[in-house]
């Protein structure tokens, strides 16, 4: 099933996508084999709302982390970039 980003923006979407990206992957969460598509275009992803879990990372030091794709638990799971261009601020 596709999943559009553009179903997820908001009027905060241009300046950070990761909210919407959240909502995109819950989405994606509820179907099986889903694909989230971008359109062409800039995407800003800032680390301010992103979620954050303590992450024990075996080749660097565990700790708390942000992370604006969080992939875990996904299954069969396609990201479609579109020719977009991915911006990842700090």
């Known amino acids: ?31 099986e084999k889903p694909t989230l598509c971008f359109s062409p275009g800039t995407y800003h992803f800032r680390p301010d709302r992103a979620p954050e879990k303590f992450y024990y990372i075996s080749n660097n030091d565990c700790g708390v982390r942000r992370i604006a794709f969080p992939l875990i638990d996904m299954h069969g799971l396609t990201i479609d970039g579109g020719g977009a261009e991915f911006m990842f601020h700090g």
């Open 1 to 31: 099933m596709i999943i559009d980003i553009n179903d997820y923006l908001d009027e905060h979407s241009s300046t950070d996508i990761v909210p919407a990206i959240q909502r995109a992957l819950a989405a994606c969460r509820t179907v």
